[in-house]
């Protein structure tokens, strides 16, 4: 009975002592609901981008690159087909590339991955499109069977060819320019750690 009696007047004790220290914690359990993450957070339409000379250009590249799929796809009969199915293959992947890429920096995507170099990525984008729409729409005109679509396709591929061929300029311009300015702060800081480490070295006593 003794040992029953200590037991719960410890059990007591310890239950009054818990409830002391949980009153006198700065810790107290809170009722407010935990809010779910919101997974689209940080995603918005940058109206700004679609305004600028590379968000027109990327616009403009998509639906040129569309039209030149369609105007291919109309061709029923061809003999021979290479050249169409080069075009074909050229314009549809233009159109997903650059659209993917048009999406990406529109809705700030590219923020979300910044150890890939978008600008570079944009720049190699732009330079493969020219040059296999240029190769694409020669060949056509050379390789036709003048009717309508191809002739169409022809026009729309020089067309999106002089578009890409800008696109690239700019892209290449600003390529240089990100590059040189990521160049001059690695360069002052290692000027500076090496200025400061020099400054150690002769702050330092000789020894003896």
């Keep these: 009975m003794r ?7 410890f059990d007591g004790e310890a239950s009054n002592t818990s ?6 914690s700065p810790y107290q359990p809170t009722t407010e609901p935990v809010h779910a ?19 027109i250009l990327k616009v403009v590249e998509v639906v040129l690159s569309l039209i030149g799929f369609i ?15 080069f075009f074909e293959f050229v314009s549809c992947s233009a159109f997903v590339v650059t659209g993917v890429l048009l999406l990406i ?13 978008w600008s570079l990525t944009d720049l190699v984008n732009t330079a493969a499109s020219t040059f296999f729409f240029f190769l694409s729409s020669l060949v056509l005109a050379c390789i036709n069977h003048n009717t309508g ?7 729309f591929g020089f067309l999106v060819t002089g578009v890409y061929g800008i696109n690239t300029f700019l892209a290449v311009r600003r390529w240089r320019l990100g590059n040189g300015c990521q160049g001059v702060p690695q360069t ?13 070295m002769e702050a330092r006593p000789e020894l003896a």
């Design 3 to 9: 040992t029953t009696e200590e037991t719960e007047g």
């Design 19 to 24: 409830m002391i220290s949980g009153a006198s």
């Design 37 to 55: 993450r919101n997974v689209l957070g940080g995603i918005r339409c940058d109206v700004e981008y679609l305004k600028s000379y590379f968000g």
């Design 71 to 85: 105007c291919i796809e109309t061709i029923m009969m061809c003999s021979p087909c290479g050249g169409v199915y």
């Design 105 to 117: 920096f529109s809705l700030n995507l590219h923020t979300k991955v910044p150890h890939v170099n």
């Design 149 to 155: 679509a191809e002739i169409a396709a022809v026009i």
């Design 188 to 200: 002052s800081e290692y000027m500076r750690a090496r200025t400061a480490s020099r400054g150690e």
